[in-house]
């Protein structure tokens, strides 16, 4: 293992330029120290930058203490928290290797994941005491740390112990490059064990810069950081890019709507993000109807396709309601649309930011015309080399410098960019292809549906159909045909669901998007 980490780690050495990169907490704490930086929503406790360059220090140092070099790894699988974020510096600083665990992740799940980066040191939070105890005995971790005070082992050692006599000045600073690793950033692992995605100092450093400048980052921005920081959303969309700016986080633990209602009201947020789930979560809220976007100079929605409807009814707010693009290997962020854009193109992404570049190509790998279908192509400095220990992936992926994502998009004339669907989730129905987001879309805005997912199934005929998961929404009653007869007055026939299967709850991922690889398990039989 020693051998094949040490190669992966020369390789992206070598692949990429080696210029040096910046102690990023340092940097921000001289600029403007007395910035806010976080804020703890569940106390208010207010951190400047000065301040969580203090505790990032202490972290570093307690990990070099620990006998973590750079290189090592350091996994944490803990809700969001300020310490996880101090945790997340601290690697910056020593390039030690920051290995983030989805803790929707049962234990044997997490098992493989941890022998595949073989960390030195976990972080833990009370909530996955169980989950650690399964662990222990399976994963050769030399060290294990509770954010707790109260280990689930006598062994471990508790968080705040641990740091308690730490300087708070960086003791032995280290040279880092920019094609040095800072994070394993996990894909979604729908079609299989998730990769771990190496996201360098370099690719998070051009993420941040793409974002400050495409997307307008100011210092005075707040944002709600309540999407979990294992995911790639969590932690590059707004927070890294805020260090960047010297804008300021709200920490919250996860995902609460009423807390969410709080802090719009009282904490001056002009930055947020959600899923479309949290967007839909909200308007079904009782305090939708109040709500006020007035202070938000930005609401977008990533992760999956969201709702026309969605769209709709922030548009009667007039929130100028947008939805991004990204990817766990490539930023995540990639597009822009400007607002004037936004209610005449719902759904767009718009076009690609200062230092990305597109393509769309067909089969053949000829660039696709205006509107024509294909696969969207991504090439910057913010695309990972590759991925941990896995070189065969990253040769399939990253070809001739270009990122094939997996996911089809169009160009309008305008330069307007879409996301139609992932490819191997397209469905050919007679020659035709079907993308689901659109069929999901139209079924959402039926009044009695809650939840819709579209999949495959066999059919003798058309060799494929769609097959509608739905689950009905509280107080509502809907029945197959009702559903039939509503999509077919607004699509193309061949589009209409043959089949429908109601459930209560539609699986979702560890980044809230609808689980296709479960449904398609579970309702993806012939008729």
């Known amino acids: 293992m020693v051998n094949i980490v040490s190669n992966t780690v020369a390789q992206f050495t070598t692949a990429h330029a080696t210029d040096g990169a910046i102690d990023w907490l340092a940097q921000r704490a001289g600029l403007s120290p007395e910035r806010v930086a976080l804020v703890e929503a569940a106390t208010g406790q207010q951190i400047t930058y000065a301040e969580w360059n203090r505790r990032a220090n202490r972290v570093a140092n307690a990990l070099q203490r620990s006998g973590l070099q750079k290189g090592d790894r350091v996994a944490i699988l803990a809700m969001n928290c300020l310490e996880y974020l101090d ?54 971790v030399d060290q294990w740390i509770a954010l707790d005070p109260a280990p689930t082992d006598p062994a471990d050692r508790g968080w705040a112990d641990w740091v308690a006599s730490a300087a708070d000045t960086l003791l032995d600073p280290v040279a880092l490059s920019m094609a040095d690793p800072w994070m394993l950033c996990y894909t979604g692992g729908t079609t299989g064990r998730p990769k771990a995605a190496i996201l360098t100092q370099g690719t998070v450093t051009w993420n941040a810069v793409n974002t400050v400048t495409s997307w307008g980052l100011r210092p005075d921005d707040v944002t709600i950081l309540n999407l979990p920081l294992f995911h790639t959303g969590g932690l590059h969309v707004f927070t890294t890019p805020l260090v960047h700016v010297g804008g300021c986080s709200i920490v919250c633990k996860s995902v609460n709507v009423d807390q969410i209602y709080d802090l719009l009201q009282n904490q001056g947020v002009t930055l947020f993000l959600g899923v479309p789930t949290v967007f839909m979560m909200l308007q079904e ?39 991004g693009y990204g990817l766990t290997e490539a930023g995540p962020n990639n597009f822009w649309l400007p607002d004037a854009y936004a209610a005449a193109k719902p759904g767009a992404v718009g076009t690609p930011l200062f230092h990305v570049q597109t393509r769309i190509v067909n089969a053949d790998g000829e660039v696709c015309g205006v509107d024509e279908v294909g696969d969207l192509l991504i090439r910057g400095p913010h695309v990972v080399a590759g991925y941990w220990n896995n070189p065969d992936a990253a040769a399939e992926t990253i070809a001739a410098g270009w990122l094939h994502t997996g996911d089809l998009a169009r160009c309008d004339a305008d330069g307007h960019y879409a996301i139609v669907g992932r490819s191997k989730d397209m469905i050919i129905s007679g020659g035709e292809n079907i993308y689901p987001a659109e069929v999901e879309s139209t079924m959402l805005s039926h009044p009695a549906v809650a939840e819709a997912a579209l999949i495959g199934v066999p059919d003798p005929h058309w060799s494929e159909v769609g097959r509608a998961i739905i689950v009905v929404r509280s ?8 559903l039939t007869r509503y999509v077919q007055s607004r699509l193309a026939s061949y589009k209409v669901p043959k089949s429908v299967v109601f459930v209560e709850a539609l699986p979702k991922t560890g980044a809230g998007k609808v689980d296709k690889k479960l449904l398609q398990q579970e309702y993806g039989g012939g008729a």
């Open 475 to 482: 107080g509502h009653t809907l029945t197959d045909e009702e």
């Open 87 to 140: 945790l997340l510096f601290a690697c910056q600083k020593t390039g030690i290797v920051l290995q983030a665990l989805n803790w929707r992740l049962t234990a044997t799940e997490l098992e493989g994941l941890i022998d595949g980066a073989a960390p030195q040191l976990l972080v833990y939070g009370s909530e996955f005491a169980e989950t650690v105890t399964a662990l222990r005995t399976q994963v050769a």
């Open 285 to 323: 809220h009782p305090r939708w109807a109040e709500a006020d976007f007035s202070h938000c100079r930005i609401v977008i929605s990533g992760g999956a396709s969201c709702p026309l409807p969605v769209f709709e009814r922030f548009f009667a707010k007039g929130v100028a309601f947008k939805t």
